[in-house]
């Protein structure tokens, strides 16, 4: 009976018989839990009775026989990427794709872009390779993520030069790192930020009105404090019809122009 099933011809009465478990007799109808051994791991026999840890190897990673008992990295592959296999000991790059971005699977083997989703953005998961739109959310704003594709408001408290855009510029992102025309905006107009690279109608406020911010531009009614009158050719910086206050005539700034009724 034995050598009869190991032969060519493999009838129901030897399978499951120790010395019929050979390639030569796995077949579909001898897919049982007594023959799953790794002589009779062939795709022939790649049965949810057979889906064992001692069957889980790549001859045998079909959908159907992709349980969590046969979650094992012999076995992550593209075919076997279903959500019953969602699982640590599977999360390899070859296993990246959408059906299987969990928070289960979501490490940093797995972050790429096939698998930015916002169900894995999650701090194991910010790498430049998934920061984009998608992705976006407060979970995954840490410096590795802050890039240009990335900027977006929930996600503003990265300071980093990649960063500085209007969707971005604001009060939780006005760092001297991101002192840039781009940011020159008046959410971010403030002392840390009032440089000349700033010094823009859009950020003339009291709160940017000192020495290095003071330009034709800026010389505005909200702006006339001696601070900004303090310039040898002041003349033609900041003496301008808008200015014309006792703050600002000072003895730097004797200029004709400047002497307007109110200060002369």
């Given at each position: ?7 060519s ?29 790794p002589?009779?791991?062939v ?80 701090p194991?998961?910010?790498v ?22 990335c ?37 971010c ?5 009032c440089?000349?690279v ?5 950020c003339c ?18 702006c006339?404090?001696?601070?900004c ?11 301008h019809t ?23």
């Amino acid at each position: 009976m034995v050598n009869s099933c190991c032969g060519s011809f493999c009838s129901d009465q030897g399978c499951g018989l120790e010395n019929c478990c050979c390639p030569s007799c796995c077949q579909t109808t001898c897919c049982r839990t007594t023959c799953c051994r790794p002589s009779c791991c062939v795709p022939t026999c790649c049965r949810p009775s057979c889906c064992v840890t001692t069957c889980c190897r790549p001859s045998c990673c079909v959908p159907i026989c992709c349980r969590p008992s046969c979650c094992v990295s012999s076995c992550c592959r593209p075919q076997c990427c279903q959500t019953t296999c969602c699982r640590t000991t599977c999360c390899r790059p070859s296993c990246c794709v959408p059906i299987c971005c969990r928070p289960s699977c979501c490490v940093p083997t797995c972050c790429r872009p096939s698998c930015c989703l916002p169900t894995c953005c999650r701090p194991s998961c910010c790498v430049p390779t998934c920061c984009r739109p998608s992705c976006c959310v407060t979970t995954c704003c840490r410096p590795s993520c802050c890039v240009s594709s990335c900027c977006r408001p929930q996600c503003c408290h990265c300071d980093l030069e990649s960063c500085c855009r209007p969707s971005c510029c604001q009060t939780t992102c006005c760092r001297t790192t991101c002192c840039r025309p781009s940011c020159c905006v008046s959410s971010c107009c403030r002392p840390q930020c009032c440089q000349s690279v700033c010094c823009h109608p859009s950020c003339c406020e009291s709160s940017c009105c000192h020495p290095s911010c003071c330009r034709p531009s800026c010389c505005e009614s909200s702006c006339c404090r001696p601070c900004c009158c303090l310039r040898p050719v002041c003349g033609r910086v900041s003496c301008h019809t808008t200015c014309y206050r006792p703050t600002c005539v000072i003895s730097t700034c004797p200029r004709p122009m400047c002497c307007a009724s109110s200060c002369c």
